[in-house]
């Protein structure tokens, strides 16, 4: 598969009829897509059963573009990643074993663009349910057949003691009241942005009232959507999180998310987490 990654995070068909229509050129004498890599901010991927070759010129890469590209590394499951730094010396390849260096690897490059925001709003990424299928994920489709069998309904007191019930995964609990604010339930059991003592404070907070309402403010969206839908929801979040020290790191981590209704019209959402990565920043 061959595609074409605009400055936007559009994918498109590199030998398509939209392509030429977006670039306003039909000509035949020259290479659309070194053309767009190297002027316009496009980043080109050739995927293979196993390997991916990635084309980009660092000091053009956008943010849009970048999240993109990941979501593509990770959606194919890549096993090796070749990396054309274009515009980079007499030895502009990176060939990276493993998808989550690769990944890193590209996060430092696109650092060399210039005027690109850094404020580093959290990467989300709809996934489908169906990946719940692969034995890795064990532990969360158990969660869904538990929730399935509870036919979603917490009874008035129950959502604490999901919150701690292992089938869950030990993930937080948050409580929709009249499904426009966001308050903290539980926190999961695991953790770790604030130290043992001092996270318990925040129980019962709005989340736009946290210290990590940065973070935390985007990643609650979707879970307005699944209250609102009662639909389960699973989703890969790519995030900088950053501890009371100062200190940050890039946390990568899948959640399934599950409604949860009650006799009244209030909505309790629980997220099972799954981490992927941590890597510091």
């Known amino acids: 598969m061959d595609v074409l990654v605009g400055d936007d995070g559009r994918v498109w068909n590199p030998y398509g009829y939209d392509l030429l229509k977006h670039l306003g050129y039909f000509g035949g004498d020259t290479d659309l897509v070194s053309y767009a890599v190297r002027n316009l901010g496009f980043a080109a991927l050739r995927i293979r059963p196993r390997f991916a070759l990635v084309r980009v010129r660092p000091s053009l890469f956008p943010t849009a573009c970048l999240h993109r590209v ?3 590394l990770l959606v194919n499951e890549a096993e090796r990643v070749v990396i054309d730094r274009l515009g980079q010396g007499l030895a502009p390849l990176d060939v990276i ?5 690769a990944i890193a690897r590209l996060r430092l490059l696109q650092l060399a663009t210039p005027d690109e925001s850094k404020g580093f709003a959290p990467h989300i990424m709809a996934l489908s349910l169906d990946r719940l299928n692969h034995p890795k994920r064990a532990g969360m489709k158990a969660a869904l057949t538990a929730w399935k069998a509870a036919r979603g ?3 008035s007191g129950e959502a604490a003691v999901i919150a701690q019930d292992p089938v869950y995964g030990g993930g937080g609990m948050m409580w929709l009241p009249g499904g426009d604010r966001c308050l903290v339930h539980a926190w999961p059991q695991t953790y770790s942005r604030y130290d043992n003592r001092l996270h318990e404070r925040y129980l019962g907070w709005d989340v736009t009232a946290l210290p990590d ?10 879970l307005f959507a699944a209250a609102a839908s009662q639909a389960p929801r699973l989703e890969l979040i790519e995030a ?3 501890h009371p020290d100062g200190s940050r790191f890039w ?8 409604p949860w209704r009650n006799r009244s019209s209030d909505c309790f959402v629980s997220s099972v987490p799954q981490l992927r990565v941590v890597r510091p920043y």
Do not use: G
């Open 251 to 258: 946390a990568r981590y899948e959640r399934l998310v599950l």
């Open 240 to 242: 900088l999180i950053s």
């Open 153 to 155: 309904y917490a009874a």
């Open 70 to 72: 990941i979501e593509l």
């Open 213 to 222: 309402a940065a973070y935390m403010l985007p990643t609650v969206k979707s």
């Open 97 to 101: 074993h493993n998808a989550n260096d």
